[in-house]
């Protein structure tokens, strides 16, 4: 008997005890107030209590042969629906043995070895069981040419000798390769909105004939208009040197896999000038509506422009992949910007509260140049101003000596308590020499004002602080310092900078120039000429870059252990643990730049809790695009190696 027919038997056995305790209990009130009826009472009670066991057992054989005939049908009609089953259906056991299959599964994989699949499933439960995850069996999976959604559960099937339970599962496989070809083919069908820009479209004009215009302007627009017609795309000429572009997006992948082709073919237009030709282009295919893939398109084209121009930028569900960007930054001729940047800056900071400036995580030279600078101007126009700073920096002992001696800065550098206490939303907070929201001193900050100003000149990453007020960034630019420079020269408010922070300032453009060697224009020098006129101690800012003899020991190491690859990269690592590792790096990665042939360096060093890669380039190797995967990829665990792991297994301390 089943355990159900037994649950209904017990049920109906545990009813018929209280019907048979109830009745005794009224026959023997009835004799304790009649003895003449006890002995009718026990002849009654007896035949009743016969009758009730044999119509009880009679009962039960009815009911069990009910239920007997019910199950077997229902098993029946469950091996009916198994073996006819429109699906095809297999069950077979984790160790890959089948035990049976339908007939629909025989007919739908005759032609194919289904074996390796039903294996890859098996070895996926597996897994499964061995973490003790306990889910149903549900996967999307290409067989052939067509697509399945695979559907099953798992259990135990039996014990072997060995003691180690075996598992039996059964699978569905529903063909689902229509409403895949169907929702490709509605994907496919939506637009994707792009921005086309020609980056340097006003400065070739500028410097070029009146004569050769046309005809340039004509070979840039047939040379794009034909782009867009492989794609059976729509370009739009909003602008001069503006284009808005709209197409299927069944012919993204098609210009993905073809890098972006237009930026190379638009260079191969001839310009009699020394300035390559150059376009940006940014496609999103982010938004439910035109409309609003056309802002994201505007935000992306923004983030392609601060990288530099000379790339596309693909925006796929808030993520962002390049593709270019192999183009030295060229340098703006015009300082209309700087311009409407700094009355713009000198407004902002008359209407706040104070003033807060704030660099990167283990600021630089240029950092510290570019906040000297910042706090200047508020002080000039009568400002509470502080510059944050949270952390040291080995690398600027020479130069916190020397500003530890100034009685003026004593209450000016504060650190993160501070700053938090002393912020509003009434604060200007001006951001110098980085954008990106991770790399910040205190990015709490960034949540307590929103007025927010970014001074900055690296390529700009995807990590960008989105909700400034006003942004001056400049990849062109050799230094933070340089740009705020610029700044200063054009504020309606004079600004008389003091000695130190004309030097600080200097200092930041000398470091990130390596002494006005890289990256280096008509604006860097024009910075630096702005700057000695205020009058700078050349002697005392070389000091300030001085390294100690130990670790020019150990840069000059790195720089002996360098590998060559490929003839013009150099590669290294510092094997020493050390918390200023990134610092070294740096500076012997710029090393490696001075031997000849060698056009791109990367040294790899470890601080103790993460591993630091410095990259540095002088050819058409784009440094940051790479070491932008590389950060994709996990965060370094040093336990994650069994080097740095005890005997019992745990992290070495």
Same mark, same amino acid.
């Given at each position: ?69 019910? %199950? ?74 067509? %697509? ?170 808030? =993520? ?16 209309? =910007? ?181 990256? %280096? ?123 740095? @792991?005890?005997?019992?297994? @745990?992290?070495?301390?």
């Amino acid at each position: 008997m089943s355990n159900n027919n037994k649950r209904i038997v017990e049920k109906l056995e545990s009813k018929t005890k209280i019907y048979l305790v109830i009745i005794a209990v009224l026959l023997i009130v009835l004799c304790i107030y009649e003895e003449a009826l006890i002995l009718p009472s026990v002849i009654t009670y007896a035949l009743l209590l016969g009758y009730t066991l044999w119509i009880n057992s009679k009962r039960i054989g009815e009911l069990s042969k009910h239920i007997h005939d019910l %199950t077997i049908n229902v098993d029946t009609a469950a091996k009916n629906t198994l073996i006819n089953s429109p699906f095809p259906l297999v069950i077979l056991e984790t160790d890959g043995n089948i035990i049976w299959k339908s007939s629909n599964f025989n007919k739908e994989f005759e032609d194919l070895d289904i074996n390796n699949y039903l294996d890859e499933i098996s070895r996926e439960v597996k897994i499964s069981i061995e973490n003790q995850e306990n889910e149903p069996i549900d996967k999307q999976m290409k067989i052939g040419e067509k %697509t399945y959604h695979i559907i099953g559960e798992y259990i135990k099937s039996k014990t072997n000798k060995k003691q180690k339970t075996e598992y039996m599962m059964t699978l569905y496989f529903l063909d689902i390769t229509k409403s895949i070809d169907l929702e490709t083919t509605y994907n496919n069908s939506k637009s994707c909105i792009g921005i086309l820009m020609i980056d340097n479209y006003e400065e070739i004009m500028q410097r070029i004939s009146a004569e050769e215009k046309p005809g340039l302007t004509a070979a840039i627009e047939k040379t794009i208009y034909e782009w867009a017609a492989t794609t059976g795309g729509i370009m739009v000429k909003t602008e001069r040197d503006t284009f808005v572009y709209m197409f299927e997006q069944k012919f993204l992948d098609e210009i993905e896999n073809t890098k972006f082709n237009i930026l190379d073919t638009i260079k191969e237009i001839k310009v009699d000038i020394d300035m390559p030709l150059t376009v940006s282009i940014a496609i999103s295919v982010d938004g439910d509506t035109n409309y609003e893939k056309y802002k994201s398109a505007v935000e992306a084209v923004d983030v392609v422009l601060g990288r530099g121009g000379d790339q596309a930028v693909v925006r796929k569900n808030g =993520k962002y992949i390049f593709y270019g960007g192999r183009t030295q930054e060229v340098e703006k001729r015009t300082k209309v =910007k700087a311009r409407t940047i700094a009355n713009a800056l000198e407004k902002l900071m008359k209407d706040s509260k104070n003033v807060m400036v704030m660099g990167h995580m283990n600021p630089d030279m240029d950092c510290v140049g570019a906040s000297l600078g910042i706090y200047r101007l508020a002080k000039s126009l009568d400002k509470e101003v502080y510059i944050v700073n949270n952390s040291s920096n080995a690398n600027l002992e020479s130069f916190t000596e020397t500003i530890e001696k100034e009685e003026e800065y004593k209450d000016v550098i504060i650190d993160k308590n501070q700053a938090l206490s002393k912020i509003s939303p009434e604060t200007l907070l001006v951001i110098v020499d980085t954008h990106k929201i991770s790399y910040v001193e205190i990015p709490e900050l960034l949540n307590e004002t929103e007025k927010i100003v970014v001074i900055d000149h690296h390529r700009r990453s995807t990590d960008f602080i989105e909700n400034s007020i006003l942004t001056f960034h400049e990849v062109y630019a050799s230094s933070a310092s340089e740009l705020v420079t610029e700044v200063l020269q054009y504020t309606e408010t004079p600004v008389t900078l003091e000695k130190l922070e004309t030097e600080s300032l200097y200092a930041g453009i000398m470091m990130d120039t390596k002494n006005f060697t890289f990256k %280096t224009g008509v604006r860097t020098f024009e910075a630096a000429a702005y700057l000695r006129k205020f009058g700078v101690d050349i002697i005392k800012v070389k000091k300030w870059f001085q390294s100690s003899l130990e670790n020019y020991k150990v840069i000059a190491e790195i720089v002996k252990n360098a590998e060559i690859i490929n003839e013009t990269i150099g590669i290294s690592i510092n094997e020493t643990e050390d918390k200023n590792a990134s610092l070294i790096c740096a500076k012997a990665a710029d090393e490696l730049l001075t031997i000849s042939d060698i056009t791109a360096s990367f040294v790899i060093g470890n601080t103790g809790d993460k591993i630091c890669i410095s990259g540095r380039s002088i050819g058409d190797i784009n440094v940051q695009v790479i070491l932008e995967k590389l950060r994709r990829r996990r965060t370094y665990n040093p336990c994650r190696s069994t080097a740095r @792991r005890n005997d019992n297994g @745990r992290c070495k301390e």
